[in-house]
C-alpha cells in the first residue's frame, strides 16, 4: 500500500518563484492537511480540507492556497515563494471527520527558497 | 503561544532501561492525546493514543499515562531498544469538523546499546 504519496520529495526555488506541491491519498481517506515542520516547533497546521469540496485554514496560511482536487488529491500552492517557507512539508489524511483517527503522513517535501 | 509543550529537546537511554517522554498541554477543550515517531527523511508514523476518559492505554512495550487535572500525559517504553532512536511527537485534539491535530515541538530519543 502507497497510503500517502507527496511529489517532488525535494525542491530548490528562488524568492518570487511559484510551485504546488502534489498529495495523493489510496486510503479512501475523507480528510486531508498540509503541515510544515520547522526546528523546534513540531509540526503547524498550513490548510485542512475535511472533506471532499471544502477547505479551511489551519494555524500558518498566509502565503498559501489549497485545492482539493478530488477525494484523493490536495494539492498546497505557493504563488510568491519567501525564504521563510523554507520547511519540510507534510501532507497528512484521515479517515473520517468529527472522529479520532490518527492521521497518517506521507514522507514530506523538504522545501527550500533562496 | 504553543497549546501542546514538549519541555525536553532530547533525551537519551541505555538499551534495555525504560524511556520516559512528557508532554504537557495547556487547552482544555483538548480530549484526544496521541504520539507519533518520527525517522529522518520519513513522514510520521502514529504509534499510541489515548482519549480523555481513560488514564492509561498500553500497546506492547508502549504505554501513555495521562493525567488531565495536572494536563499531563507521558509516553513510557520498557524496555527500550536502539531501533525506538527517533523524534517523538506529542499531538492532541479536541472534538472539531476537521480532526485537527496541534502537536509538540518533538523529543528526540536515543537508545545506546
Known sequence: NAGVTQTPKFQVLKTGQSMTLQCAQDM???????YRQDPGMGLRLIYYSASEGT???GEVP???NVSRLNKREFSLRLESAAPSQTSVYFCASS?????????HFGDGTRLSIL | DQQVKQNSPSLSVQEGRISILNC???NSMFDYFLWYKKYPAEGPTFLISISSIKDKNEDGRFTVFLNKSAKHLSLHIVPSQPGDSAVY??????????????????????VKP
Not at chain 1, 479512501?28 to 498540509?34: I, T
Not at chain 2, 511527537?89 to 536515543?110: D, I, K, P, V
Open chain 2, 24 to 26: 504537557d498541554y495547556t
Open chain 1, 62 to 64: 498566509n502565503g498559501y
Open chain 1, 55 to 57: 477547505t479551511d485554514k
Open chain 2, 89 to 110: 511527537f506529542c499531538a492532541a485534539s479536541g472534538l472539531n469538523a476537521g480532526n485537527m491535530l496541534t502537536f509538540g515541538g518533538g523529543t528526540r530519543l536515543m
Open chain 1, 28 to 34: 479512501n481517506h475523507n480528510s486531508m492537511y498540509w
Open chain 1, 95 to 103: 479517515s473520517i471527520s468529527y472522529s479520532n483517527q490518527p492521521q
